[in-house]
């Protein structure tokens, strides 16, 4: 589908596409509208590719999806890469780099798939088999959020080993330099060979940023607290949309919005 159109919605889903609580319901009917349309809509998520064809079954979505914040994007159209590009270095590797950022800052930074089961579940919400869902992890390293007094001694040791960090609202993650969801959206679009492709971007939080910079139409998507501040800061210079209402509903408002002035229906 992506090679049949020159608009594409790309959103992230934690936090943008459902709320917190995992509910993707708010969001479905204009999901629908969307594929009617033949605008793709492509998930770009911190979440693992396990996770994501839940959802995307849930969805009825065929078109490719990007994972692992950037790191890697899957789909069964993507014929000539067997249905994978990878963008991201091995979770092994990532794990050997996070162990020495830990020695170089004399903290121990703890990998979200170290937790319990009740530790991951107190954090994330998910329960059962979505636990394992989660740690399906091939190509990124998300971790616990650091005090904030000690980020900047981080991003140095970062540079070091050619690896970034994104800073999410519940945990942060570890990167290759090579791969971010801007990265991704960017890989895609060569991929498709359309010229002046238009995309409409959906984020909540700062490992967003990447992604709504790639993107023409910037929409933040707030929680049920407001948009995330670190977010709106770094987008201050440009021209973006806060939607009105949280998660789904804010999503939905805001494509049905979009489409409508874009004339598309
Ligand atoms: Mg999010």
Known sequence: MIENSSLWVVSDVDGTLMDHSYDLTPAKET?????????????????????V????NDLNLTDPYIVENGAAIYGESLEKFNGE?????????LEEILNHI??????????????????????????GNSLNLMRD??????????????????????????????????????????SNKGKAINTLKKYSNIKNIQIIGLGDSPNDLPLLLNSDIKVVIPGKDGPNLNLLNQLKDLEFILASEPNGYGWKNEINKLISKLELI
């Open 31 to 51: 999901i629908k509208k969307l594929q009617k349309l033949s605008i793709p809509v492509i998930l770009c998520t911190s979440k693992t590719a396990s996770e």
């Open 53 to 56: 064809k839940v959802i995307r």
């Open 85 to 93: 590009i990878i963008l991201g270095k091995k979770y092994k590797l």
């Open 102 to 127: 830990s020695n170089e800052i004399d903290y121990e930074l703890i990998p979200l798939n170290n937790l319990t089961d009740q530790e991951a579940t107190d954090l994330t919400g998910l329960k």
């Open 137 to 178: 992890r091939h190509w990124s390293m998300p971790f616990l959020n650091p005090p904030s007094f000690l980020e900047e001694k981080i991003n140095i040791c970062c540079k070091k080993f050619d690896v970034d960090i994104f800073k999410g609202n519940r945990m942060s993650h570890l990167l290759s330099t090579d």
